[in-house]
């Protein structure tokens, strides 16, 4: 009985010890991640103006208005899409290039350097070369189509193609991040296991991927969809540079809608409600594709 009390004193000021410790890291946290998102969740629910010296709680003024502003589904809408497509296409083909790299016995640094400069480049820069690529009369993409004999178009002034061509660079932009870190999964499958399925007598490249390969990358599949839908979430510099939105709010997404209403038309209250619901939207769908994948991924 007499040695249990000081190793309870021995656990608490272990314990004291720990929260001291993480206590800068948990203020830092706090002043740079949690307290900005609660202020802006309590700024959603005021009808304050950027330069007003006075604010009013407003309650659920400025979520109704949401509800009822077309350009808000507007951009939900082209948000949904954009994601929907770009980080199937995007994980797809990083899967593709990491496996093909993988395979190559010469030229591999090479290879995960000109895939991966997208992704290190400065993409403000990098869209006044997509620009010209989309140019409608001098650009690559129609002068390839035009030689292919397939229809051209005014890809980022056509509202039925200017979100699909700013799809197109958000792809080319997470491609190479999605290709290293698979790269990182296939380096980390055990080579016995290849070498177990061969003595089976099923060394076929297809039973190699589906036997070992895919199921063995399901940790690096639930994190590369993750960073992927976050990133594409966050679109916002090529609509900005290239569209503003445009043509008809054909590539209207909901960052750039928030920028818009909070920064340009100083509305900072209905722009605060916007982010809110864009966090809202961001978290619960990064969080439904991680626990869908990571049922069915293979730690070991």
Same mark, same amino acid.
């Given at each position: 009985?007499?040695?249990?009390?000081?190793?309870?004193?021995?656990?608490?000021?272990?314990?004291?010890?720990?929260?001291?410790?993480? =206590?800068?890291?948990?203020?830092?946290?706090?002043?740079?991640?949690?307290?900005?998102? @609660?202020?802006? @969740? /309590?700024?959603?629910?005021?009808?304050?103006?950027?330069?007003?010296?006075?604010?009013? +709680?407003?309650?659920?003024?400025?979520?109704?208005?949401?509800?009822?502003?077309?350009?808000?589904?507007?951009?939900?809408?082209?948000?949904?899409?954009?994601?929907?497509?770009?980080?199937?296409?995007?994980?797809?083909?990083?899967?593709?290039?990491?496996?093909?790299?993988?395979?190559?016995?010469?030229?591999?640094?090479?290879?995960?350097?000109? $895939?991966?400069?997208?992704?290190?480049?400065?993409?403000?820069?990098?869209?006044?070369? +997509?620009?010209?690529?989309?140019?409608?009369?001098?650009? !690559?993409?129609?002068?390839? $189509?035009?030689?292919?004999?397939?229809?051209?178009?005014?890809?980022?002034?056509?509202?039925?193609?200017?979100? !699909?061509?700013?799809?197109?660079?958000?792809?080319?932009?997470?491609?190479? /991040?999605?290709?290293?870190?698979?790269?990182?999964?296939?380096?980390?499958?055990?080579?016995?296991?290849?070498? *177990?399925?061969?003595?089976? %007598?099923?060394? %076929?490249?297809? #039973?190699?991927?589906?036997?070992?390969?895919?199921?063995?990358?399901?940790?690096?599949?639930? &994190?590369?969809?993750?960073?992927?839908?976050?990133?594409?979430?966050?679109? &916002?510099?090529? @609509?900005?540079?290239?569209?503003?939105?445009?043509?008809?709010?054909?590539? #209207?997404?909901? =960052?750039?809608?928030?920028?818009?209403?909070?920064?340009?038309?100083?509305?900072?209250?209905?722009?605060?409600?916007?982010?809110?619901? &864009?966090?809202? =939207?961001?978290?619960?769908?990064?969080?439904?594709?991680?626990?869908?994948?990571?049922?069915? *991924?293979?730690?070991?």
């Amino acid at each position: 009985m007499r040695s249990a009390g000081p190793s309870a004193r021995l656990l608490q000021a272990e314990a004291l010890t720990a929260y001291l410790l993480s =206590l800068p890291a948990f203020l830092l946290m706090w002043a740079m991640l949690l307290g900005p998102a @609660v202020s802006v @969740v /309590l700024l959603s629910f005021t009808d304050w103006n950027f330069g007003e010296a006075s604010l009013r +709680w407003a309650g659920l003024d400025n979520y109704i208005e949401l509800w009822g502003d077309r350009v808000f589904w507007i951009s939900l809408k082209n948000t949904i899409i954009y994601v929907g497509i770009s980080v199937p296409a995007t994980v797809l083909l990083g899967l593709l290039a990491a496996l093909l790299i993988e395979s190559v016995s010469h030229g591999k640094a090479f290879y995960r350097a000109a $895939f991966f400069l997208p992704v290190a480049s400065t993409l403000l820069a990098m869209a006044l070369v +997509w620009e010209f690529m989309f140019h409608p009369t001098v650009g !690559f993409i129609n002068q390839l $189509f035009r030689a292919l004999g397939l229809p051209t178009a005014d890809w980022l002034q056509n509202p039925d193609t200017a979100l !699909f061509a700013l799809i197109a660079i958000g792809v080319w932009q997470n491609l190479g /991040l999605a290709m290293i870190l698979f790269m990182a999964g296939l380096k980390a499958i055990p080579k016995d296991l290849y070498e *177990a399925l061969g003595m089976d %007598g099923a060394d %076929g490249a297809w #039973e190699r991927f589906r036997r070992v390969t895919w199921p063995m990358l399901g940790p690096s599949l639930v &994190f590369v969809v993750a960073i992927t839908a976050i990133r594409s979430f966050q679109v &916002f510099d090529t @609509v900005a540079v290239l569209t503003e939105g445009g043509p008809s709010k054909a590539t #209207e997404v909901l =960052l750039y809608t928030m920028v818009q209403q909070g920064f340009t038309f100083l509305r900072s209250s209905y722009g605060a409600a916007i982010t809110v619901i &864009f966090l809202i =939207l961001t978290l619960c769908l990064t969080m439904l594709q991680t626990i869908a994948l990571d049922r069915r *991924a293979h730690y070991g």
